[in-house]
């Protein structure tokens, strides 16, 4: 018990992203949850930019929670997501998939779900996140990583990829989490979101599994997170931009 535990916590694996794993729980973490936490200690109002917004939807998401949020999404205007609104919102904008339409130190939040594996250069529009947020702001997001190819996909972030993003653009990193499993994305893709058989693909049988080593081998909470991020079907990350932190914008 005690030689897979220090196996484990000797992995190069590990020691790559090891400061990002949070030591509090490992369970499956959802954006809603950094969302909600962060406006709950907001005070005033919140300007809230959603990167890759497709529908439109998660502004009524944030209404939900608070009404002194202004929200703004963005998105290409050639995305199946995009295609697909049919809500008219005068915030909504649509840009070249890098440069975003937006001053310096624009939002207080930055929230990108499931967009950055499906853009041209994630590393470029990462740095724009950075221009338009304001100092101390927050970049929440979540990226796919052992998902299968879906609605134009081009890249998969491994957890030590957003480690290297982020810090590249300048944020201060602060936290990865597992979302799903792959075993239910897979499963999910296989049985083509049948209703009939939603109990069998809508289970994390990865985490159920690892869940159960954890218990075993009575590894604690980072050694948990770290074997979730590692058979994850999606990522979810927290980032800060620094404060006092210059803007460095690369707009021709």
């Given at each position: ?21 949070p ?9 809603n949850?950094?969302?909600?936490q962060?406006?709950?200690?907001s ?10 917004c497709?529908?439109?939807n998660s502004?009524?998401?944030?209404q939900r ?5 202004t929200?703004h999404?963005?998105?290409i205007e ?17 840009y ?9 130190n ?10 950055l594996?499906h ?5 470029a529009?990462?740095?724009e ?24 996909s081009?890249?998969n ?11 590249d653009?300048?944020?201060?990193l ?14 999910r893709?296989?049985?083509?979101r049948s ?27 980072r050694?948990r ?6 058979f ?21």
């Amino acid at each position: 018990m005690r030689k897979f535990k220090d196996k484990i916590r000797s992995l190069e694996a590990l020691e790559a992203i090891r400061d990002y794993l949070p030591n509090d729980h490992s369970n499956r973490q959802s954006l809603n949850t950094y969302i909600q936490q962060f406006l709950s200690q907001s005070t005033d109002s919140v300007t809230v930019l959603d990167l890759g917004c497709g529908d439109g939807n998660s502004a009524d998401l944030f209404q939900r929670i608070t009404n002194k949020v202004t929200w703004h999404g963005v998105d290409i205007e050639d995305s199946p997501e995009a295609r697909k609104r049919t809500r008219e919102h005068e915030s909504i904008l649509t840009y070249d998939g890098v440069n975003l339409p937006y001053s310096n130190n624009t939002f207080d939040l930055i929230y990108c779900n499931q967009v950055l594996e499906h853009v041209r250069s994630p590393d470029a529009l990462i740095a724009e996140a950075f221009r338009t947020l304001k100092p101390n702001g927050l970049f929440v997001g979540a990226v796919s990583y052992l998902e299968p190819y879906h609605s134009y996909s081009i890249f998969n972030f491994t957890p030590y990829g957003i480690v290297r993003v982020c810090s590249d653009a300048g944020f201060a990193l602060e936290e990865i989490r597992p979302g799903p499993d792959a075993s239910l994305l897979i499963n999910r893709q296989l049985l083509n979101r049948s209703k009939i058989l939603r109990l069998v693909w809508n289970k994390n049988y990865l985490h159920m599994m690892l869940d159960l080593i954890g218990s075993l081998f009575r590894l604690g909470c980072r050694e948990r997170n770290f074997l979730k991020v590692q058979f994850a079907g999606h990522l979810v990350f927290l980032a800060r931009r620094p404060a006092n932190t210059p803007n460095h914008d690369h707009r021709a």
